[in-house]
């Protein structure tokens, strides 16, 4: 039987030593997480939040940890901010390796119930704004034919539930531009995939998980039983995001504990 590796040359593949990310709304749940998990395996990563004390506060924890982080305090819905703000990455670091558009915003309301505004604003943030990042992330990977674009969708674009439209129709359409762009930039060395994630016990989903009549039926409508720790995005995102997975181009990586494969 040959003996057992001693180095750790496979593992390399998932080092992101030298890499630039944005994660976009990172400064708490699960956009946090995968920040974290970014910087645990090497990369610098941009804090991003519109609340520049909890992106600052956010920073400092990873500084504290002896890991690469800085702020970049913007609101991904405001056109001129996101412009200032790729703008400074250009001066800061010259580089931007990785994206993880994983900021989202939900209206748990029937098409009926939601007005003409919230519609919009719920398309303008969690759609048509991570298109736009998108596009500005993709425009610097091109000049190094290198890049990570990771969009953070949901199961619910794929199902549906009663008295929540809005949500999944932009989520889809984030799966969508993923796919586009996969066939756009594919041949320049930049890859795009997606995380579809399930039911996770987040700040967002705090009194969810908490209500007594609530947070048992979703845990127990999951194969797992339980809600997912937020913690357990990690890997999904280290590994879309490393050279590991260089030929993942177009795919949604769905991690719900099962959730969706159910009858």
């Not at 705090?206 to 357990?232: F, K, L, Q, S, Y």
Request: glycine share 10%; proline share 4%; charged share 15%.
């Amino acid at each position: 039987m040959p003996a057992a590796a001693t180095d750790s040359s496979f593992l390399q593949q998932f080092s992101l030593a030298g890499r630039v990310a944005l994660v976009t709304g990172s400064a708490r749940g699960l956009g946090w997480c995968i920040a974290q998990a970014l910087a645990e395996s090497g990369a610098h990563v941009l804090i991003n939040g519109r609340n520049g004390a909890a992106v600052e506060a956010a920073v400092a924890a990873l500084r504290e940890r002896g890991l690469a982080a800085g702020p970049a305090v913007f609101d991904v819905a405001n056109d001129d901010a996101v412009e200032a703000a790729f703008a400074a990455i250009d001066r800061d670091h010259g580089r931007l390796d990785i994206l993880v558009n994983n900021v989202g915003a939900r209206n748990r309301k029937s098409l009926a119930d939601a007005s003409p505004a919230e519609v919009r604003e719920l398309i303008e943030t969690d759609l048509v704004a991570g298109i736009l990042i998108a596009r500005q992330a993709a425009a610097r990977m091109t000049r190094h034919g290198y890049g990570r674009l990771i969009a953070i969708t949901s199961v619910v674009g794929e199902l549906a539930r009663r008295g929540d439209a809005i949500y999944p129709a932009a989520k889809q359409g984030l799966t969508g531009i993923m796919r586009a762009l996969a066939l756009e930039h594919g041949a320049q060395g930049i890859t795009s995939n997606a995380i579809a994630p399930g039911t996770f016990a987040t700040e967002t989903n705090a009194a969810m998980v908490a209500d007594p009549n609530i947070g048992p039926v979703v845990a127990a409508r999951n194969p797992t039983g339980r809600w997912g720790r937020p913690e357990e995005i990690a890997g999904a995102a280290v590994f879309l995001a490393s050279p590991a997975a260089s030929y993942v181009n177009g795919h949604v990586l769905v991690v719900d504990g099962g959730l969706s494969v159910q009858f």
